[in-house]
């Protein structure tokens, strides 16, 4: 059977990492759509809310000129960018709690602005909406997902590849989330990959480099995971390993109607509102 893309298993560093944690939860993001409206469902939250806020302005100067990206206040763009998760878009149960989290991204900006590092230097732009090749035409699986900065090395003609974080906490190593992320960069641009880096925008003015997974190494991981998501979505079977953790239980709540639909955002998902008590909030998110 010849390889087909709308037929393909697609997975991403976010959906396998939903998988790894909780099956029920991945069918609840990945899979599951609302009856009455045909979308997928998220739910938003504050951690969330910052995270693509602080993202959305730094990933977007990328496309400008180095000359150019700077010339306009990042925090004016920010307070642009933020008035899309105000409220109970972001998740946010009281403006006090908006307000902390808004303080946190603008600190973050500023910590950008005094010390662009690499965001200063040109970067290389992977020509597709959605970064994406086929791990493997023979189990039909497309791996995707979008690099939030790829610096170019005029050298060494090579790569570095950035990841922001916005979280308080540091991202786990046996994460995913560089190996899949190399692969990506190897097979949809033409330019060898040097090195791989967090810059933890909270806390640090720098990059912290970590060792860049080799492709071997990360295709074989990836791919074992990939085909543990293919037969799950061809068994129908997304059981949650503790029957009701972390994970899967917000989405289980807005199935049982406890959710409050605040809007669509920008892939055609259902975006739910769930109240929380100020200073409950989540720090760990994926991006």
């Given at each position: 059977m010849?390889?087909?893309?709308?037929?393909?298993?697609?997975v991403s560093h976010?959906?396998?990492s939903?998988?790894?944690?909780?099956?029920?939860?991945?069918?609840?993001?990945?899979?599951?759509?609302?009856?009455?409206?045909?979308?997928?469902?998220?739910?938003?939250?504050?951690?969330?809310?910052?995270?693509?806020s602080?993202?959305?302005?730094?990933?977007?100067l990328s496309v400008?000129?180095?000359?150019?990206?700077f010339?306009?206040?990042?925090?004016?763009?920010?307070?642009?960018?933020?008035?899309?998760?105000?409220?109970?878009?972001?998740?946010?149960?009281?403006?006090?709690?908006?307000?902390?989290?808004?303080?946190?991204?603008?600190?973050?900006?500023r910590?950008?602005i005094?010390?662009?590092?690499p965001?200063?230097?040109?970067?290389?732009?992977?020509?597709?909406?959605?970064?994406h090749y086929?791990?493997?035409?023979?189990?039909?699986?497309?791996?995707c997902?979008?690099?939030?900065?790829?610096?170019?090395l005029?050298?060494?003609?090579s790569?570095?590849?950035?990841?922001?974080?916005?979280?308080?906490?540091?991202?786990?190593?046996?994460?995913?989330?560089?190996?899949?992320?190399?692969?990506?960069?190897?097979?949809c641009q033409?330019?060898?990959?040097?090195?791989?880096?967090?810059?933890y925008l909270e806390?640090d003015?720098d990059?912290?480099?970590?060792?860049?997974p080799?492709l071997?190494?990360?295709?074989?991981?990836?791919?074992?995971?990939?085909?543990?998501?293919?037969?799950?979505?061809?068994?129908?079977?997304?059981?949650?390993?503790t029957?009701?953790?972390r994970?899967?239980?917000?989405?289980?709540?807005?199935l049982?109607?406890?959710?409050?639909?605040?809007?669509?955002?920008?892939?055609?998902?259902?975006?739910?509102?769930?109240?929380?008590?100020?200073?409950?909030?989540?720090?760990s998110?994926?991006?």
């Amino acid at each position: 059977m010849s390889a087909d893309r709308y037929s393909a298993v697609w997975v991403s560093h976010s959906s396998t990492s939903d998988f790894i944690k909780c099956p029920r939860a991945y069918y609840l993001k990945n899979v599951y759509k609302n009856p009455a409206t045909g979308h997928k469902m998220a739910v938003t939250g504050p951690a969330l809310a910052l995270g693509q806020s602080v993202h959305d302005v730094i990933e977007a100067l990328s496309v400008l000129p180095t000359p150019d990206r700077f010339k306009e206040s990042l925090l004016v763009k920010f307070d642009r960018v933020w008035q899309k998760v105000s409220g109970k878009r972001g998740g946010f149960s009281h403006p006090d709690q908006e307000a902390k989290y808004k303080l946190r991204g603008e600190a973050m900006l500023r910590r950008v602005i005094q010390n662009p590092g690499p965001l200063k230097n040109q970067a290389v732009k992977i020509k597709m909406e959605l970064p994406h090749y086929w791990l493997s035409e023979a189990e039909n699986i497309i791996l995707c997902g979008k690099i939030d900065w790829l610096e170019w090395l005029p050298e060494i003609k090579s790569v570095s590849i950035i990841d922001f974080k916005t979280g308080k906490g540091e991202e786990d190593t046996t994460s995913l989330q560089l190996p899949i992320y190399h692969l990506l960069v190897a097979n949809c641009q033409k330019w060898p990959v040097l090195k791989a880096s967090y810059w933890y925008l909270e806390r640090d003015d720098d990059l912290t480099e970590r060792p860049l997974p080799a492709l071997d190494e990360a295709y074989e991981k990836v791919l074992a995971i990939a085909k543990q998501i293919k037969l799950a979505r061809k068994l129908e079977i997304f059981k949650c390993p503790t029957n009701g953790c972390r994970a899967c239980t917000p989405f289980e709540n807005i199935l049982q109607g406890q959710g409050e639909l605040v809007g669509v955002d920008e892939i055609n998902r259902d975006i739910y509102f769930l109240p929380t008590e100020i200073g409950q909030d989540a720090e760990s998110i994926i991006l």
